[in-house]
């Protein structure tokens, strides 16, 4: 098999926790060089000493990524100690589900939102973008999610930030005509990323859910207590019900893994037995 991953530097937003974290480790044990950024200091300087006591190669810079300034100097970082940028993954994101009655409880997160989701990927893109047009090649990586596809009740903030993603991702695809290469990750729902604490009313996932509703969450809850049914824990069975990280990790570094000239445009990642209907 050939090795596209090894020996790249690759920039990753929201590596302090969560599926940044992951995805870190992941990319640093296929030979990728790490240049990580969280505002969680604590948790950043945890990615960074997991690799690093694997023999893995990673820098970590607290950052906010709805600076701009914060972003770039991650990129300059990046090109002093290694030279390049070949992959940026824009990663950090959270997920304030609120149903617009609840907008005074929810405003303040709809504004974090914003500013994260949209602003964050956007800055994250254009920190890159010059660093890539000059080096003839590269690679945009961008999270959205399948709230992304369609307008639900209670996501209108979180699935317009996720639809400016989808956005944000095509137009640079088709005006970089193939210089840097751009996918789109659209995980549906992985309880152990813990993007769900940011949750505002938990009764606003059911716009995603429909008709499935009682029969999802019943089954969330006896999985969150251990008493799920053997074959909705079984990834080999087609009821599994809640998607490993894991698995959408792979296929980000599956994306990368990809001759020049192949790029994986738009991966949707789901367990077989979720309920979710977009």
Not at 16 to 43: P, Q, R, Y
Not at 127 to 150: L, R
Not at 252 to 267: L, M, R, T
Request: contains cysteine; proline residues 4%; hydrophobic residues 45%.
């Amino acid at each position: 098999m050939t090795d596209h991953v090894s020996g790249k530097t690759i920039l990753i937003t929201g590596a302090g926790g969560g599926f940044g974290h992951l995805v870190s480790l992941k990319a640093a044990s296929a030979g990728a060089k790490i240049v990580a950024t969280d505002i969680n200091e604590a948790g950043l300087k945890e990615t960074v000493d997991m690799i690093e006591a694997e023999g893995g190669t990673a820098f970590g810079m607290t950052g906010d990524v709805s600076k701009l300034e914060d972003l770039k100097a991650l990129c300059a970082k990046a090109v002093e100690l290694h030279g390049r940028v070949d992959v940026m993954i824009n990663n950090a994101g959270v997920m304030p589900l609120a149903f617009y009655s609840d907008h005074e409880a929810a405003k303040d997160a709809w504004y974090r939102c914003i500013d994260i989701n949209i602003k964050g990927v956007l800055n994250g893109m254009i920190s890159v973008y010059d660093q890539m047009m000059a080096q003839g090649a590269g690679h945009i990586i961008n999270i959205s999610s399948i709230y992304g596809n369609f307008p639900t009740a209670g996501a209108g903030v979180y699935g317009a930030s996720k639809a400016a993603v989808n956005f944000l991702s095509e137009s640079l695809r088709v005006e970089s005509q193939g210089r840097i290469k751009v996918t789109i990750v659209k995980p549906t729902g992985v309880p152990a990323t813990n993007l769900g604490a940011g949750v505002i009313n938990p009764e606003a996932i059911v716009g995603i859910l429909g008709q499935n509703a009682p029969t999802y969450l019943a089954t969330m809850a006896a999985l969150a207590e251990g008493k799920g049914t053997p074959e909705q824990m079984d990834v080999e069975r087609p009821e599994y019900a809640a998607l490993d990280p894991g698995y959408i990790a792979d296929a980000v570094i599956h994306a990368i893994n990809q001759p020049a000239g192949v790029s994986v445009g738009d991966i949707t990642m789901r367990a077989t037995g979720d309920a979710y209907i977009l």
